[in-house]
């Protein structure tokens, strides 16, 4: 009696408390780039893979755009982005949307590690 | 105390049936997500993934998105390049590695990984080309490293054995040693092209009256 209640406890608790640690439910391979970016006041920025791919082939990003694969590895200054690099090679207003459109990328909830999220059966080589 | 514990056991059901509700819609909303700031003022503006990822051919990993019928069916159009001069490189060969594990063999195919990737997104960084000439491992692979890069990241997680480990061993060994011995001739493809143009001379029509 006393084992199966303290087990229901502990149960009740773990739920609760993945409640109020607010699990994360990310879509896969969403990356947060958040290097600079809080510092510097913004919200972090939230890169979803699974819109971009899409539209686009890996290769894009990261053969020719230079983006290398590993989630917080790329120092991306807005000056960059600006001049036409990183995100800004698109988000240019010709393949995609201008960068005024700040809060699209800096989407962010305030204190979020840089790192790739959503792998719920395995964490990713940024997680490891 | 009985209460007490009714209202724990409801607690428990409640997230058991929040749990099954997330597993059954497969894309949680991104104001659910834990990463967007549900009070953030771009929330409103951005794709939920659900609606694009619905249309799309079903999985059960991952983005529960199948992409590479995805994209070989044209389902999705994806841009292989952005400059107009940019190189296309596109590789058909399939490498087998762990012939004699407890494991099937794995089957790597260039085919499908070439169509959404560079060769320098793995080659020499994380693979010299060369067939044996890398010391892959299964460890190495969930510390996120070779495959692991990718599976478990943004391609489809580890979790999914079978789809590497996708041929039995003894199949798997004829087959490499079949394709040793083609490489072996270079010009088989060439020769065997010839004897088929010598053997059917007689056949066809000279174009210039000569036998």
């Known amino acids: ?128 | 105390m009985l209460g007490f514990t009714r209202t724990r056991l409801l607690l428990i059901a409640a997230s058991l049936t929040a749990s099954l509700c997330w597993a059954a819609s497969g894309w949680a909303p991104l104001a659910d997500d834990g990463l967007h700031d549900p009070n953030g003022p771009g929330i409103r503006l951005l794709q939920q993934p659900g609606d694009a990822l619905s249309n799309l051919p079903g999985d059960t990993a991952g983005n529960n998105v199948h992409w590479i019928p995805a994209l070989q069916k044209g389902v999705i159009v994806p841009r292989e390049k952005i400059g107009k001069d940019t190189p296309v490189r596109r590789y058909d060969r399939d490498v087998f590695l762990n012939l004699y594990g407890s494991m099937p063999a794995v089957r790597f195919p260039h085919k499908p990984h070439t169509e959404w990737l560079d060769c320098s997104n793995c080659h020499d960084q994380l693979f010299k080309p060369k067939a044996g000439a890398n010391q892959i491992s299964m460890f190495v692979i969930l510390q996120g490293q070779q495959c692991g890069v990718c599976h478990g990241a943004v391609a489809f997680p580890l979790t999914e054995c079978r789809r590497c480990h996708s041929v039995a061993n003894d199949l798997a060994q004829r087959l490499a040693a079949e394709q040793a011995i083609a490489d072996a001739q270079p010009d088989a493809h060439a020769r065997l092209e010839q004897m088929r143009r010598e053997a059917s001379v007689p056949l066809l029509p000279s174009p210039k009256g000569t036998p």
């Open chain 1, 1 to 128: 009696m006393m084992p199966s209640g303290l087990r229901r406890i502990g149960i009740a608790l773990a739920c609760i408390g993945s409640f109020l640690t607010t699990p994360v439910f990310a879509e896969y391979a969403d990356v947060v780039l958040n290097r600079m970016a809080e510092k510097e006041g913004m919200r972090p920025v939230i890169f979803p893979h699974w819109f971009h791919r899409i539209r686009f082939r890996c290769k894009v990003c990261h053969a020719e755009l230079g983006f290398k694969m590993r989630a917080g590895s790329n120092l991306v200054t807005m000056g960059d982005i600006i001049d036409g690099k990183f995100c800004g090679a698109c988000h240019n207003g010709n393949i995609a949307w201008a960068p005024e459109n700040c809060d699209l990328c800096h989407s962010g909830k305030p204190g979020l590690p840089p790192g790739i999220f959503g792998g719920h059966d395995t964490n990713g080589p940024g997680r490891w």
